[in-house]
Nanobody, 127 residues
Framework: QVRLVESGGSSVQPGGSLRLSCVASEYIQTQYCVTWFRQAAGKEREGIAGIGTDGGTKFKYSVKGRFTISRDNAGHIVYLKMDDVQVSDTAMYYC?????????????????????WGQGTQVTVSS
């Protein structure tokens, strides 16, 4: 079973940038789709950025244009680059993977489809 470890969370001022990393215990480039989720205090978990095995991406409307999701060339890491962060981005961020799908899979923000989860990394945006 693939294991995921997130890192890169920290405190940042509004308008700043962060890059979160999701490191997988095995190669995930071609058979796993990965999505970043977040959960703010007192709120439900929400999917914000996903990437498919074909490199296709999907974003929640509130982060589109500010966040990007990408994979490393070695096939073990998925990044979430966060630009122009806002106070409303404060949350625990989780990465999740679904697979293996031998025919590939597409990006989705539906948490019910994911069965491999990391422990999370905290992002706090404040002035």
């Amino acid at each position: 079973q693939v294991r995921l470890v997130e890192s890169g969370g920290s405190s940042v001022q509004p308008g700043g940038s962060l890059r979160l990393s999701c490191v997988a215990s095995e190669y995930i480039q071609t058979q796993y789709c990965v999505t970043w989720f977040r959960q703010a205090a007192g709120k439900e978990r929400e999917g914000i950025a996903g990437i498919g095995t074909d490199g296709g991406t999907k974003f929640k409307y509130s982060v589109k244009g500010r966040f990007t999701i990408s994979r490393d060339n070695a096939g073990h890491i998925v990044y979430l680059k966060m630009d122009d962060v806002q106070v409303s981005d404060t949350a625990m961020y989780y990465c999740a993977a679904r697979g293996p799908w031998f025919g590939g899979c597409w990006a989705t923000l539906d948490s019910d489809l994911f069965d491999h989860w990391g422990q999370g990394t905290q992002v706090t945006v404040s002035s």
